[in-house]
């Protein structure tokens, strides 16, 4: 390999880590704008699903700032992959929230399916048990999806961008 396709291969690997780093802050930023300006709580679902966010925000500008350090291929890729693999599985975790939405099957019992049965226990007990914020419904939706569906494609465009770098490093694109 060339010198100069080297260099141009690590400014897109740099490029990469950079922008899953950004494409992750603005979405945590979407985020919280959801749910403290336009007061669209999260669900319990929701708040698991920003934790991929908030491990790729400072796991890609650590490996933005590695890779302009000069850090070599070998000690790049791994973390890119990494990066995929976690925004992949965020991906498959946004889509499965979003079938718990739409009813395709059921979500975790303690925030989706019946309501609490206030027959056990007395009513002060029951209503501190009672979650008000529920996994299988849909607070907002745009263009049909939901937020957990919009997480699910932002999530593979994360994927996407870290692959893009990983093969840029291994020679396959420029």
């Known amino acids: 390999m060339k010198p100069a396709s080297a260099a141009g291969n690590r400014k897109t690997a740099f490029a990469a880590a950079l922008a899953v780093a950004f494409i992750a802050a603005a979405t945590l930023a979407g985020a919280w704008f959801f749910q403290l300006v336009l007061e669209i709580l999260p669900c319990p679902l929701c708040l698991q699903q920003r934790y991929a966010y908030y491990f790729a925000i400072p796991f890609a500008l650590l490996l933005a700032f590695a890779i302009a350090k000069g850090a070599p291929r070998c ?18 975790f946004g889509a499965y929230h979003a079938g718990v939405e739409w009813g395709f099957w059921p979500g975790p019992a303690e925030c989706s399916g019946s309501v609490l049965d206030l027959g056990k226990g007395s009513l002060l007990e029951n209503l501190d048990r009672v979650k008000v914020v529920r996994c299988d419904e849909v607070q907002w939706r745009f263009l049909g999806l939901s937020l957990a569906g919009y997480n699910a494609l932002i999530s593979l465009l994360m994927a996407a961008i870290a692959g893009w770098g990983i093969a840029a490093l291994a020679g396959k694109v420029r």
């Open 75 to 92: 000690l790049i890729i791994p973390p890119l992959a990494v990066l995929a693999l976690a925004a992949l599985g965020n991906a498959g």
